[in-house]
């Protein structure tokens, strides 16, 4: 003969283990699915940055062969690398590329420019007196009468 117990087990808890492991794995796979598409559009944003430097450095390098020559170049350049042009425009040494990389959701435009780093002063980088710019550096912020000036991170350490 079997003796029962004195206290009652609830019948309503059998199984509860169950549901909620398969919560937990059903949380743990949306995670995870989030994470995967981040890194996609991680992945897809790079190539698109990198497609667009390249595609842009190809039109600058053959600026010579007019707009249309020089962009074709930029397309065969952005086409290797798994990529498209959305528009390119070249005006004198200077490219002006837009690639876009990806489909649907996780499509991105990416923007670049390239031309010739800007005029040297002929005393050299630094100056008749070897000094570095207010900024700290020598660039395209120190050349007077450069029209795309920005000022630039301002060094901690003096001249």
Do not use: K
């Not at 743990?28 to 897809?44: D, E, K, P, T």
Request: glycine share 16%; net charge positive.
């Amino acid at each position: 003969m079997w003796v029962r117990s004195c206290v009652p087990v609830p019948a309503s808890d059998r199984g509860s283990a169950t549901v909620w492991t398969v919560g937990a794995i059903a949380v743990l796979c949306v995670v995870f699915g989030a994470v995967l598409v981040m890194g996609q559009a991680v992945v897809v944003r790079h190539r698109a940055g990198g497609a667009a430097d390249l595609a842009a450095l190809a039109a600058a390098d053959h600026w010579r062969e007019g707009g249309v020559g020089a962009c074709a170049r930029a397309d065969r350049v952005a086409r290797a690398q798994g990529t498209r042009i959305v528009r390119c425009a070249v005006r004198g040494e200077i490219s002006d590329v837009t690639v876009e990389a990806g489909r649907g959701p996780l499509s991105t435009e990416v923007r670049s420019r390239a031309g010739p780093a800007g005029p040297v002063p002929p005393d050299g980088p630094g100056g008749s007196d070897g000094h570095l710019g207010p900024n700290g550096f020598v660039g395209p912020t120190t050349v007077p009468g450069y029209a795309g000036a920005r000022p630039g991170p301002t060094s901690a350490a003096g001249p």
